[in-house]
């Protein structure tokens, strides 16, 4: 795809940040670190299509000049409940709202339709500057990277899950942005009260450690993260799930003493659990024994 939107016409645009007092404090260096967007491939320019961003709204959804109303498919932004959190949100959205607001954007659609709230799921490219020489980057990269989200594993974003999981990793490991919040890094499955602790954690969590074990019902596979069932951490994967993720070299019996890193909804009816589907909800942390 050769198109490119750096000689179009772009607009200022600075609204006022909600949460003023905190915004500079939180909001962390623009280093864009990132190469321009690939033009072929699963997570691509590859058939995205031009757009002009109206307004961001209080959700980061982007409402489009023409109507329409994109979402950043795979991204997860600090939720509001306290209130360090209500700041990192408000940085997040300046910084989104600065750079996109009045611009000129392309998007590659993740769904044919709309889903159940009007939005289409998108990956969303943008130029990286002002210059007419700025190159097209990955929006949703570049707020992982900069530590403004997290990689949140929709199931229309999978064709971007390994870019944007690259593109997390340094701000997940150096504690930059939302990630110096406790509240938003990985739970060790292996610390100590670490699954009473989970029995308690609302929204999407991330939590790693070692698989001790996989055991296995009738309808249902175990990754058993420590030894003392309904206590210890466990991951649930569906029997009709599990070609799917052999596909993508996943296999239970296999897992079986190497670290693991997850990430969705705890559920508590039979201990701290999680249901994993996809190969985008789990990452092998070690080498292949």
Same mark, same amino acid.
């Given at each position: 795809m050769k198109q490119n939107v750096s000689g179009r016409r772009r607009f200022a645009f600075s609204p006022p940040c909600a949460a003023a007092a905190f915004c500079v404090v939180f909001l962390v260096p623009r280093a864009w670190a990132l190469s321009p967007a690939p033009e072929s491939g699963a997570c691509s320019l590859e058939n995205a299509t031009p757009a002009?961003?109206?307004?961001?709204?209080?959700?980061?959804?982007?409402?489009?000049?023409?109507?329409?109303?994109?979402?950043?498919?795979?991204?997860?932004?600090?939720?509001?409940?306290?209130?360090?959190?209500?700041?990192?949100?408000?940085?997040?959205?300046?910084?989104?709202?600065?750079w996109l607001t009045g611009k000129d954007v392309?998007?590659?659609?993740?769904?044919?339709?709309?889903?159940?709230?009007?939005?289409?799921?998108?990956?969303v490219f943008a130029a990286s500057g002002a210059g007419a020489e *700025?190159? +097209?980057?990955?929006? @949703?990269? =570049?707020?992982? /990277?900069?530590?403004?989200?997290?990689?949140?594993?929709?199931?229309? %974003?999978?064709p971007c899950a390994q870019a944007y999981l690259t593109a997390e990793a340094p701000a997940r490991d150096a504690s930059r942005?939302?990630?110096?919040?406790?509240?938003?890094?990985?739970?060790?499955?292996?610390?100590?009260?670490?699954?009473? *602790?989970? +029995?308690?954690?609302? @929204?999407? =969590?991330?939590? /790693?450690?070692?698989?001790?074990?996989?055991?296995?019902?009738?309808? %249902?596979?175990?990754?058993?993260?420590?030894?003392?069932?309904?206590?210890?951490?466990?991951?649930?994967i569906s029997r009709r799930d599990l070609a799917i993720l052999a596909a993508s070299g996943i296999e239970p019996p296999?897992?079986?003493?190497?670290? *693991?890193?997850?990430r969705g909804l705890i559920e508590t009816g039979f201990g701290p659990r999680m249901a994993i589907s996809t190969p985008a909800e789990i990452e092998i942390l070690d080498a292949t024994p």
């Open positions: 002009t961003v109206a307004l961001v709204d209080e959700d980061f959804d982007l409402l489009l000049d023409d109507g329409r109303r994109a979402a950043l498919a795979g991204l997860e932004f600090p939720g509001p409940p306290a209130k360090d959190v209500r700041a990192r949100r408000a940085a997040a959205h300046e910084r989104l709202s600065e392309f998007l590659g659609a993740f769904a044919g339709s709309a889903d159940r709230w009007g939005r289409f799921p998108a990956r *700025a190159p +097209l980057v990955s929006v @949703g990269a =570049a707020l992982l /990277e900069e530590g403004l989200a997290r990689f949140r594993p929709d199931p229309p %974003a999978a942005g939302l990630w110096a919040d406790p509240e938003m890094r990985p739970i060790d499955a292996g610390a100590k009260e670490s699954g009473a *602790a989970l +029995l308690h954690r609302k @929204g999407m =969590a991330i939590v /790693e450690g070692k698989i001790h074990g996989v055991g296995q019902s009738a309808g %249902a596979i175990y990754l058993n993260f420590g030894k003392k069932r309904f206590d210890d951490f466990s991951v649930v296999k897992l079986i003493g190497r670290r *693991a890193r997850v």
